[in-house]
């Protein structure tokens, strides 16, 4: 694992327990079909001084990431999901430990976004990261669903 990945983790459980944003995530990810760690990553590229994303670099993010999400995430997700609301016996450890699952298959995602950053190039900076985020977003309904993670960023300049 590189400094990057170990700086992105930090920064992504974090900012996911900010008010909000963890709903905001969910919903984007459940309604849009968003992958929470790419807007994660939206996120910590503008605000860790590494700068504006381009339509490419979230190309490369969805390539790098999305066989990964779909062959293992989800369906480890599928499975935590249904385990929650399991009545039979033993569902409450196997869900435990199928959310463990999860977290760490998203890690490993996350590695791989990590290993795509650009060099830290300026300070902080809001703008980039609202200008990422909204880049991944769109033009559709999802913007407005993202507004407590646009709030997280912090205020506008």
């Not at 590494?50 to 993010?61: E, K, Q, V």
């Amino acid at each position: 694992m590189n400094d990057n990945a170990d700086d992105f983790w930090s920064f992504s459980l974090g900012f996911y327990g900010r008010a909000g944003v963890s709903a905001a995530c969910i919903d984007l990810q459940d309604r849009y079909g968003h992958d929470v760690n790419i807007l994660l990553f939206a996120c910590w590229v503008g605000l860790s001084g590494r700068g504006r994303l381009t339509p490419g670099d979230l190309a490369r993010a969805e390539a790098a990431v999305g066989p990964w999400r779909r062959a293992v995430t989800e369906p480890v997700r599928a499975a935590r999901r249904a385990l929650k609301d399991a009545r039979d016996e033993g569902a409450g450890e196997l869900y435990g430990a199928a959310k463990a699952l999860e977290l760490a298959a998203e890690r490993v995602a996350q590695n791989r976004l990590a290993a795509l950053a650009p060099a830290r190039v300026v300070v902080t900076d809001r703008a980039d990261a609202a200008a990422n985020l909204t880049l991944y977003l769109g033009t559709s309904g999802a913007i407005d669903a993202a507004a407590p993670i646009f709030a997280a960023l912090g205020p506008a300049a």
